[in-house]
Every structure is written in structure tokens, then in C-alpha cells.
């Protein structure tokens, strides 16, 4: 059974600049959450979808967007990158909503 | 809006008990979980909780839940070297599939 995993690894963009990120989610699960953990702090939620719509969002502005696929893998989108938004951001699956989540090894994001 | 706390740093020696704090506002809270970090690693789950639970206990690793003053301890008996690492308490809030993490609490075992 594949894990949940998560690409790229490390990515370095400027300012102004935008970003994907991806997530494959482990088998049999529908269900993908993103979190964005700050150098030194907990993960902050940002939203979760389920079956392909946004169901739960984070207090992050509208410039954080996502997609989740038929096969349930999902993208993070973040447009007009800030040097705020350094930080890694991790995908977790579950299977359904409200069940445990299996987080990936995450994407290390560094704006300058 | 919901807010978990936890200790920063807690340092024990090997084979000791470590104990680690986290406190919680949020009073629909359904489940309460332990995550460990590891340098470069992504979130693993240690254990979990039901909120109409007092105790849970999983080999070395045992957690209390105070649910009157929101307060979620985690026990680890004969603390290892392969401990060392940053433990986060999260909660998920009822009817919400937002799930709140703590600032996490980095644990170092001395040998």
C-alpha cells in the first residue's frame, strides 16, 4: 500500500510569484487535507476536499486555492506569493471525513 | 477561534517518563490526537482519544483527558533516545473536519 506522498520536495520561488503543489493520497482514501506549518510552529489547517469539493476552510485569504481530482490526488495553488507563505506545507488522506489522517513527508516552499 | 497550548521543551533522561502538557479551548472537540514529528519528517500519529474518554493507554504511551478544565496529557514510559522529537496535540472539532494543532512540544531524551 502506497503512502500519502508529496511533490515537489523543496521549492524556491520570488515574490508575486505563483505556486502548485501536489498531493497523491493513499489508496482508498477520499478524502485530502492541507496544512501550512510555519519554521517552529503547529500546522495551520487551510482547507479539506472531499469527493472533489472544498468542504472546510482555514482562515487563509482566497489567494490559497486547491483541487482535488477523480482519483482523488489534489493541488495547492498559491497565487501573489508573499515571503509569509516560507513554510511546509503538508497534504493528509483519510478515508471519509473525521477519520484519521495520514500525513505525507510535505513540500518545503521558500519565497524570497 | 479555537486555540491549543502546549510547553515548548521538556528534556528527560533515558528510560525516565515523560510527560507532555497541552491544553485546549474548544469544548466540541470529538477527538483529540498526539502527533510526532521528526526533523525533516512529515506528522505520524502516536495515539488518539475519544472525548467521552478519561484514559487510554497504548503500550508505552498513555493518555489522560481532563475534559472539565480541557486539558490532554500524554505519558511516555521509559523514555528512548528514538523519542527525541516534537510532539503536537491536535483536536477535531464536532460537525467540522477542521482538526487545531498545538505549537508542539520538542522532547529531548538524554542518554
Known amino acids: 500500500e502506497t503512502g500519502v506522498t508529496q511533490s515537489p520536495t523543496h521549492l524556491i520561488k520570488t515574490r508575486g510569484q505563483q505556486v502548485t503543489l501536489r498531493c497523491s493520497s493513499q489508496?482508498?482514501?477520499?478524502?485530502v487535507s492541507w496544512y501550512q506549518q510555519a519554521l517552529g510552529q503547529g500546522p495551520q489547517f487551510i482547507f479539506q476536499?472531499?469527493?472533489?469539493?472544498?468542504?472546510g476552510r482555514g482562515n487563509f485569504p482566497p489567494r490559497f486555492s486547491g483541487l482535488q481530482f477523480p482519483n482523488y490526488s489534489s493541488e495547492l495553488n498559491v497565487n501573489a506569493l508573499e515571503l509569509d507563505d516560507s513554510a511546509l506545507y503538508l497534504c493528509?488522506?483519510?478515508?471519509?471525513?473525521?477519520?484519521?489522517?495520514?500525513f505525507g513527508p510535505g513540500t518545503r516552499l521558500t519565497v524570497l | 477561534g479555537e486555540d491549543v497550548e502546549q510547553s515548548l521543551f521538556l528534556s528527560v533522561r533515558e528510560g525516565d517518563s515523560s510527560v507532555i502538557n497541552c491544553t485546549y479551548t474548544?469544548?466540541?472537540?470529538?477527538?483529540l490526537y498526539w502527533y510526532k514529528q521528526e526533523p525533516g519528517a512529515g506528522l505520524q500519529l502516536l495515539t488518539y482519544?475519544?472525548?467521552?474518554?478519561d484514559m487510554k493507554q497504548d503500550q508505552r504511551l498513555t493518555v489522560l483527558l481532563n475534559k472539565k478544565d480541557k486539558h490532554l496529557s500524554l505519558r511516555i514510559a521509559d523514555t528512548q533516545t528514538g523519542d527525541s522529537a516534537i510532539y503536537f496535540c491536535?483536536?477535531?472539532?464536532?460537525?467540522?473536519?477542521?482538526?487545531?494543532f498545538g505549537t508542539g512540544t520538542k522532547l529531548q531524551v538524554i542518554p
Open positions: 482519544i475519544f472525548s467521552n474518554m
Open positions: 476536499y472531499y469527493r472533489e469539493e472544498e468542504n
Open positions: 493528509a488522506s483519510s478515508a471519509g471525513q473525521g477519520n484519521e489522517q495520514f
Open positions: 489508496s482508498g482514501h477520499n478524502t
Open positions: 491536535a483536536d477535531l472539532e464536532s460537525g467540522y473536519q477542521k482538526v487545531t
Open positions: 474548544d469544548s466540541s472537540s470529538t477527538y
